[in-house]
C-alpha cells in the first residue's frame, strides 16, 4: 500500500489535519500512525479542556490568529456533531494595584485580536460573577468556555475513518526517508510508504523534525503541571474559570481554577520541570531527556534568567500549603482540606538556543514532509486551523 499521506500522531493536531485533508480530497488514502495504544493519550488527554478566546496573544502571531480562527471552527464543528461544550466566561484577577498595568495590556491585546464584550470589573462587579474570588480589578472574557477534548479527538477519528482512514497503533516512530520519490515511515515493527508525511507529534515534535532537518535549531523542555481537585463540599466556592494576571516573563499563566465540562474543579497547574517528557509523576526520570535538556544552552540562559521562579514552582510541587497560598490570592477561603489530590500533565516549551521561548506556533517543511514542530496552548482549540493550514501544505505537495 501507498498512502497518499501519512500522519504521524494521533493527537488533537494529527486528528484535525486528517480531518481538514479529508474534507478537501475524500478520495485521499491517510494512515494514521500513534505510538501508543489509543489517541490523545498526553497533551490532548491531559488538557483542562478550556476554549480558549484569544485574550493573551500578541496581534499577528500565528496564535492569535489561529486562536480566533479555530475558536470559530471548533464550535462549529461541535455543534454540527453534537459534542457537548459551554461557553461559560472567565476572569482574569488583578490581585494588587501593580498588576493593573499588566491587565490593562492583555484587555488591549484582547481587543485588538478582535474580542467582542471584554469588560474591566471593579471589585464589587467581580463579587457578581464569583462571588468568593478577591481582587482589586478583574477582566471579563465572554467567549471562554469548557470541553472535553478528548471527546474532540474521538469524534475527529471517526469522521475521518468514515472518509476509509486507517490508523494503527503502537507504532513507535524510527526515521523518515525519501526514496524514489515517495516517503518511507520506519516505525519498530514496519515500514508504511506515502507520498507525503504530517508529523504532529507533540513532546518529541523536535527529535521527529531533526530526522529530517537536522540543522533544527530549538529543543523542547517539559515542564510538568500538577494539578488538585477542589472537594465536592468546596465546589461553591469557583462558578466557572477564575484566572490570575500572569507574569509577563514567565511562558505559564500561573496557577488558576478551571470548572470542567464534567463539573470537577481543577486547581493549578503549577510548571515544573520536567526530567522526563512524558513524565507524570514527581519521581519519573529518562536519561536522554534529561541531559537533552540540561545540554542545551537555551536552558542555560532561562535558568539564569528564571531560577528564582523556577525554585517557586519545585517548592510549591512538595509544599501543598505553598500551592494553596498561591491558590489564595484568587480565592481566599480556599483551604489545604478542601483539596485532593489532582492529575498532571506535561508540557512541551520550545527553547532557541540562545535563550529565547519560542512562544508561538512553528511549523517546518521541504518537498515531501510538514512537521508541526511547536503547537502550544491554544493549540486544542486552534486545532481544525492549524489542520487546515497543514492540509493545504500537503495538497500542495501531491499535485
Known amino acids: ?28 488514502k491517510i494512515i494514521y500512525l500513534e505510538k501508543e495504544d489509543e489517541i490523545a493519550k498526553h497533551q490532548t488527554g491531559n488538557n483542562s479542556g478550556v476554549i480558549h478566546s484569544g485574550v493573551y496573544y500578541k496581534p499577528g502571531s500565528l496564535k492569535a490568529e489561529n486562536c480566533t480562527r479555530g475558536y470559530n471552527m471548533l464550535l462549529e464543528f ?28 492583555i484587555y488591549e491585546r484582547g481587543i485588538k485580536n478582535g474580542l467582542k464584550g471584554l469588560q474591566i470589573l471593579k471589585p464589587e462587579e ?10 482589586v480589578a478583574a477582566i471579563k472574557v465572554p467567549q471562554t468556555g469548557i470541553i472535553d477534548y478528548k471527546e474532540v479527538s474521538c469524534k475527529y477519528l471517526e469522521i475521518s ?31 508504511f510508504v506515502g507520498k507525503s508525511v504530517v508529523t504532529c507529534t507533540g513532546l518529541f515534535s523536535d527529535r521527529v523534525a531533526k530526522l529530517t532537518h537536522p540543522e533544527l535549531d530549538f529543543r523542547l523542555i517539559p515542564f510538568r503541571g500538577e494539578y488538585y481537585k477542589l472537594k465536592k463540599g468546596a465546589k461553591q466556592l469557583v462558578r466557572n474559570l477564575i484566572y490570575p494576571v500572569p507574569d509577563p516573563s514567565f511562558p505559564f499563566l500561573g496557577v488558576h481554577f478551571t470548572r470542567m465540562i464534567d463539573n470537577e474543579v481543577e ?8 526530567f522526563k517528557r512524558e513524565g507524570y509523576n514527581k519521581t519519573s526520570f529518562n536519561m536522554r531527556d534529561t541531559f537533552e535538556t540540561f545540554s542545551w544552552a537555551g536552558f542555560h540562559k532561562i535558568i539564569a534568567k528564571n531560577w528564582k521562579t523556577g525554585l517557586g514552582e519545585f517548592y510549591r510541587s512538595y509544599s501543598k500549603a505553598a500551592f494553596v497560598k498561591a491558590l489564595q490570592k484568587l480565592v481566599p477561603d480556599i483551604k489545604a482540606e478542601d483539596l485532593d489530590d489532582g492529575g498532571s500533565g506535561v508540557r512541551a516549551q520550545a527553547c532557541m538556543k540562545d535563550g529565547r521561548l519560542l512562544d508561538d506556533f512553528y511549523i517546518i517543511e521541504n518537498e515531501k514532509i510538514v512537521h508541526v514542530c511547536n503547537a502550544p496552548s491554544p493549540a486544542a482549540t486552534a486545532s481544525l486551523s492549524i489542520g487546515n493550514y497543514a492540509a493545504e501544505k500537503v495538497i500542495a505537495k501531491l499535485c
Do not use: H
Not at 78 to 105: H, Q, T, W, Y
Not at 126 to 135: L, M
Not at 171 to 181: A, D, G, V
Open 161 to 191: 475513518q468514515n472518509y476509509n482512514a486507517e490508523i494503527s497503533f503502537n507504532q513507535k516512530l524510527e526515521n523518515i526517508l525519501i526514496k524514489n520519490n515517495l516517503c518511507e515511515v520506519i516505525t519498530n515493527s514496519r515500514t
Open 267 to 274: 486547581c493549578g497547574p503549577n510548571a515544573v520541570l520536567s
Open 1 to 28: 500500500m501507498v498512502y497518499d499521506v501519512i500522519i504521524v500522531g494521533a493527537g488533537i493536531v494529527g486528528l484535525a489535519t486528517g480531518v481538514k485533508l479529508l474534507e478537501k480530497k475524500p478520495s485521499l
Open 78 to 105: 461541535c455543534r454540527k456533531n453534537e459534542v457537548n461544550f459551554d461557553i461559560c466566561g472567565k476572569i482574569i484577577l488583578a490581585a494588587s494595584n501593580k498588576e493593573i498595568p499588566l491587565m490593562n495590556n
Open 126 to 135: 467581580i463579587k457578581e460573577i464569583e462571588p468568593y474570588a478577591a481582587g
